[in-house]
């Protein structure tokens, strides 16, 4: 059989009805990816998409031998079809990015460039935010600063999925297991010798995200449960605390009783008390759920994704 060739360079690039953005995106990724005057190839990851994105992914494989096109059997979400990319991808570095050309690929110049220099992770840092609304700056400025408070594994600020990978640690990457993925997180707890190229994000080329403010509230959650047993730990000193106030105020029932007699309690004092606790009890199941059913999850053993085909 004969062997694959190895390229200098693989982009990584999954798509969820991104028909009306892919033409522009491989005419703006060839020029770049020109100027490196290196071997590269463009791994497209369809996550059952809806629209006519993978019969324009098909086309262009044929039209372009660079291109690659991997075809999910359903939508498995962005970070499984991440994953299914990175895994298909046979570069000796590796490049995710977004289709819709928000994060600009002029870059991948300046990751090659510190790639040379020895570093094994490059990372591109939005210098600013003023693409996003308001309501999303603050969320995920809030994001940020509670992950790194509460988990062990810092997350830098502002960085997303937009980086150059060496081989060795795209090898890592692919030994680990879990199937609840947040690659955020997964990409930090890597390590390995990084660099930070700081740009400007633009709007969309086309099309529309398939993020919405539910989605992302889900991400989040993903991510703190993924790298923090905090949220579980802090309901020990919740309780802890709340014991303590009981034990005060019984102790002061008791001594009210004993110099004043006994008195008629209230009812709304007491109906009050009881939906507090029982609101607390219930945030405290909610919290403990959302680990359980990771733990349900990850039991299943389940695969990330599945292939349909490949193109």
């Known amino acids: 059989m004969e062997e694959k060739k190895v390229p200098f360079l693989s982009i990584v690039a999954p798509c969820y009805n991104e028909e009306a953005v892919v033409?522009?995106?491989?005419?703006?990724?060839?020029?770049?990816?020109?100027?490196?005057?290196?071997?590269?190839?463009?791994?497209?990851?369809?996550?059952?998409?809806?629209?006519?994105?993978?019969?324009?992914?098909?086309?262009?494989?044929?039209?372009?031998?660079?291109?690659?096109?991997?075809?999910?059997?359903?939508?498995?979400?962005?970070?499984?079809?991440?994953?299914?990319?990175?895994?298909?991808?046979?570069?000796?570095?590796?490049?995710?990015?977004?289709?819709?050309?928000?994060?600009?690929?002029?870059?991948?110049?300046?990751?090659?460039?510190?790639?040379?220099?020895?570093?094994?992770?490059?990372?591109?840092?939005?210098?600013?935010?003023?693409?996003?609304?308001?309501?999303?700056?603050?969320?995920?400025?809030?994001?940020?600063?509670?992950?790194?408070?509460?988990?062990?594994i810092e997350i830098p600020h502002n960085v997303g999925d937009y980086r150059l990978m060496s081989r060795r640690v795209v090898d890592e990457l692919k030994k680990l297991p879990e199937t609840q993925r947040f690659m955020k997180g997964i990409f930090a707890w890597l390590g390995f010798k990084t660099a930070v190229v700081e740009y400007k994000r633009e709007s969309r080329a086309a099309g529309e995200t398939s993020f919405n403010g539910w989605k992302l509230w889900n991400f989040a959650l993903d991510g703190i449960t993924s790298f923090s047993t905090a949220p579980l730990r802090v309901w020990l000193y919740v309780g802890i605390v709340l014991a303590f106030i009981a034990f005060l105020y019984g102790s002061w029932i008791i001594l009210k009783t004993l110099i004043f007699g006994i008195d008629t309690p209230g009812y709304a004092s007491m109906i009050t008390v009881v939906l507090f606790l029982g609101g607390i009890q219930l945030m405290g199941i909610g919290i403990l759920g959302e680990y359980i059913g990771r733990i349900y999850l990850e039991s299943k053993n389940r695969p990330i994704y599945i292939v349909e085909n490949e193109y």
């Not at 819709?100 to 790639?115: A, N, T």
């Open 23 to 152: 033409d522009i995106f491989l005419e703006k990724m060839f020029y770049i990816l020109e100027k490196l005057d290196k071997t590269f190839e463009i791994v497209f990851v369809n996550d059952g998409s809806k629209d006519n994105t993978l019969e324009v992914l098909k086309a262009k494989s044929k039209e372009y031998s660079e291109v690659r096109v991997i075809n999910l059997s359903r939508n498995f979400g962005k970070e499984a079809a991440l994953t299914a990319g990175i895994d298909a991808s046979l570069g000796e570095t590796v490049v995710p990015i977004d289709v819709d050309l928000q994060d600009p690929p002029e870059l991948i110049l300046d990751f090659v460039k510190k790639y040379e220099e020895g570093y094994d992770v490059v990372v591109g840092k939005r210098a600013d935010r003023t693409t996003d609304s308001a309501a999303k700056r603050v969320s995920a400025e809030l994001f940020y600063k509670m992950h790194n408070k509460i988990s062990h």
